[in-house]
């Protein structure tokens, strides 16, 4: 039996008791910037088309996304317009790590540099048609950036890549961490830190990241971002089948899905955002953040074609899918034990962002792929190898 409890359901919130316990084909990312910017395990089969399934091999998965995504260092979407966000050039460092590709490592970090690193040495969310257009950090992208650093100056032998990540991790850990009941908490921005209750993306936390930057640092702010990011993880997916894109987080503890970032916009759902938690935290070389990348499985295997929006019961939301979906269903298969049913996911999800490419699942693909498969981004994915 569930521990938390769930109190109300009003204009699509949940409130989480403190002390209890058709094709996507136009899909990728909803915009995750800043407000006002935009066991048991059931076998999945591969579409059944006749294509033979991609194989999972993340140096190539990584390769083919710098090859088709990245122009002289610049991440571009070209299914979202042509303009670039700090967390596709986060993407891209974690892609040239994987790829054992130093060159274009410099190349992407050298134009976020040049065009999106901000006074304060954290990222400008959105940059397009030449200029930044949206200055405000997404704290997501400069953790994915701040980890990869320190990852590439380890791979590559490189002390200034490895400054370079301690200066940023210590700048978010600065701005972009605030303490509550709960513990230790990363907001999604600097614009969150104006107001509390505070805006909260459960899909941001990444205990990998926490540890490589602890490790790295020696600030025990890491630490403990990790085990509050944990306790408030554990709340979510112990009173909710499934996480939402988007909560916030009383300074007392009590947690409620929301809407939104500010409470406003779509509706309180897993879709985008949220299922980078399960991925995140089945990467973890941790047993109890395993654990809890384990907890939506039963949800997401009710049905073996995965709808791409669901509300936090399961209920399709859409009749689309996104490989993107498919990838965190391999993520919970994953971390419960079933590596035979998370390759099958991985494949769909590789069959179906090779079919209809976008940024976004071509990204998660690859990187799913990397954190559950293998060790170069710093996890644990040889585990079940």
Same mark, same amino acid.
């Not at 209750?197 to 990790?226: I, Q």
């Not at 089948?241 to 500010?262: K, N, S, T």
């Not at 209920?315 to 990838?327: H, K, R």
């Given at each position: 039996?569930?521990?938390?409890?769930l109190v109300?359901?009003a204009?699509g919130?949940v409130v989480i008791?403190?002390?209890?316990?058709a094709?996507?084909?136009g899909l990728?990312s909803?915009?995750?910037?800043?407000?006002?910017s935009d066991? *048991?395990?059931?076998? +999945?089969?591969?579409?059944?088309?006749?294509?033979?399934?991609?194989q999972l091999?993340?140096?190539?998965?990584a390769?083919?996304?710098?090859d088709e995504?990245v122009d002289?260092g610049r991440?571009?979407?070209?299914d979202?317009g042509?303009d670039?966000v700090s967390?596709?050039?986060?993407?891209?460092l974690?892609?040239a790590?994987i790829a054992?590709?130093?060159k274009?490592?410099?190349?992407?970090?050298?134009?976020?540099q040049?065009?999106? @690193?901000r006074? #304060?040495g954290?990222m400008a969310?959105r940059w397009? #048609?030449g200029?930044v &257009?949206?200055d405000?950090?997404?704290?997501?992208?400069?953790?994915?950036a701040?980890?990869?650093?320190i990852?590439?100056g380890?791979r590559?032998g490189?002390?200034d890549?490895?400054?370079?990540?301690?200066d940023?991790a210590t @700048?978010?850990? $600065?701005?972009? +961490? &605030?303490v509550?009941?709960r513990g230790?908490?990363?907001?999604?921005g600097l614009?969150?830190a104006?107001?509390?209750?505070?805006a909260?993306n459960?899909?941001y936390?990444?205990? &990998?990241a926490?540890? @490589?930057l602890?490790t790295a640092? *020696?600030d025990?702010?890491? !630490?403990?971002l !990790?085990?509050?990011?944990?306790a @408030?993880t554990?709340?979510?997916l112990?009173?909710?089948?499934?996480p939402?894109?988007?909560?916030q987080?009383h300074? $007392?503890?009590?947690?409620?899905p929301?809407?939104?970032?500010?409470?406003?916009?779509?509706?309180?759902?897993?879709?985008?955002?949220?299922p980078?938690?399960?991925?995140?935290?089945a990467e973890?070389?941790t047993a109890s953040?395993?654990?809890?990348a384990a907890l939506?499985?039963a949800?997401? #295997?009710?049905?073996q074609?995965l709808s791409?929006?669901?509300?936090l019961?399961?209920?399709a939301l859409t009749?689309e899918?996104?490989?993107?979906g498919y990838?965190?269903r391999?993520a919970?298969?994953?971390?419960?034990g079933d590596?035979v049913a998370?390759?099958?996911?991985l494949?769909?999800a590789?069959?179906?962002?090779?079919e209809y490419?976008t940024y976004?699942g071509d990204a998660?693909?690859m990187l799913?792929?990397a954190?559950l +498969?293998?060790d170069?981004?710093?996890?644990? *994915?040889?585990?079940?190898?």
């Amino acid at each position: 039996m569930r521990r938390s409890t769930l109190v109300g359901i009003a204009a699509g919130a949940v409130v989480i008791t403190a002390g209890t316990a058709a094709l996507a084909v136009g899909l990728s990312s909803s915009d995750h910037g800043p407000p006002g910017s935009d066991v *048991g395990v059931a076998s +999945t089969p591969l579409p059944a088309d006749g294509a033979d399934a991609p194989q999972l091999d993340a140096a190539e998965l990584a390769t083919s996304f710098l090859d088709e995504w990245v122009d002289d260092g610049r991440v571009v979407r070209h299914d979202e317009g042509g303009d670039t966000v700090s967390e596709g050039q986060a993407y891209g460092l974690f892609a040239a790590v994987i790829a054992d590709d130093e060159k274009q490592f410099d190349e992407i970090w050298s134009w976020t540099q040049d065009e999106l @690193v901000r006074g #304060d040495g954290l990222m400008a969310w959105r940059w397009d #048609d030449g200029a930044v &257009v949206d200055d405000e950090p997404a704290s997501d992208a400069d953790l994915d950036a701040a980890r990869a650093l320190i990852l590439a100056g380890d791979r590559f032998g490189r002390d200034d890549l490895r400054q370079d990540g301690i200066d940023l991790a210590t @700048v978010i850990a $600065d701005r972009m +961490t &605030v303490v509550t009941e709960r513990g230790r908490i990363l907001l999604p921005g600097l614009w969150a830190a104006e107001r509390e209750p505070y805006a909260y993306n459960p899909s941001y936390a990444s205990p &990998v990241a926490y540890e @490589v930057l602890a490790t790295a640092t *020696g600030d025990p702010r890491w !630490d403990e971002l !990790d085990a509050g990011s944990a306790a @408030v993880t554990a709340e979510i997916l112990e009173a909710t089948d499934l996480p939402p894109d988007w909560a916030q987080v009383h300074a $007392d503890g009590l947690i409620e899905p929301m809407p939104g970032p500010l409470g406003e916009g779509d509706p309180v759902q897993y879709a985008f955002d949220a299922p980078r938690l399960m991925l995140r935290y089945a990467e973890s070389c941790t047993a109890s953040d395993v654990a809890l990348a384990a907890l939506p499985l039963a949800t997401l #295997d009710r049905e073996q074609r995965l709808s791409s929006r669901l509300d936090l019961g399961g209920g399709a939301l859409t009749d689309e899918e996104s490989a993107f979906g498919y990838t965190a269903r391999a993520a919970t298969a994953y971390a419960s034990g079933d590596s035979v049913a998370a390759t099958i996911d991985l494949e769909r999800a590789a069959q179906l962002a090779a079919e209809y490419p976008t940024y976004y699942g071509d990204a998660w693909v690859m990187l799913s792929t990397a954190m559950l +498969t293998d060790d170069t981004l710093g996890g644990c *994915g040889t585990r079940a190898a």
